[in-house]
């Protein structure tokens, strides 16, 4: 199971960013945080064809096949969508690491008796500005 954020667990950050701009103010090699949206298709476009990792933020399952066509890394799904999003990734043959987002350190053992591939704490995700 891959945890990201956790306090005594090394691990990458995600930069959550608002714009393309914001992209150049990240560390070389990151990982690009966006909620899947409409409004965010051209970022979306642009770290796909800069081979920049992406992690897609995503409400249900619709948005889930969308992020893993769109060349997402991570998926970033809610508890409540976490095994369902699972059995699809499976299925289907994602690319793309599932991770569920966390506030307690308790909910891991959840998580991994379900099976999803990551966590990811708030600490782990950087919100950068233009």
């Not at 992209?23 to 979306?44: G, H, K, R």
């Not at 095994?83 to 793309?96: G, H, K, P, V, W």
């Not at 891991?108 to 990811?120: T, Y």
Request: hydrophobic share 45%.
């Amino acid at each position: 199971m891959l945890i990201f954020g956790h306090r005594f667990i090394g691990s990458e950050n995600f930069y959550h960013t608002q714009n393309i701009d914001a992209i150049d103010n990240t560390p070389s090699n990151s990982t690009i945080y966006l909620d899947f949206s409409e409004d965010n298709l051209e970022i979306i476009e642009h770290c796909k064809t800069n081979e920049i990792s992406l992690a897609l933020g995503v409400e249900d399952i619709r948005e889930l096949i969308y992020a893993s066509s769109l060349g997402a890394s991570f998926i970033l799904v809610q508890k409540e969508l976490a095994s369902t999003a699972m059995r699809i990734a499976n299925n289907y043959l994602f690319d793309a690491k599932i991770l569920v987002h966390i506030e307690d350190e308790d909910e891991i053992e959840e998580l991994a008796i379900l099976g999803v591939d990551g966590v990811i704490f708030s600490t782990a995700i950087i919100k950068t500005n233009s």
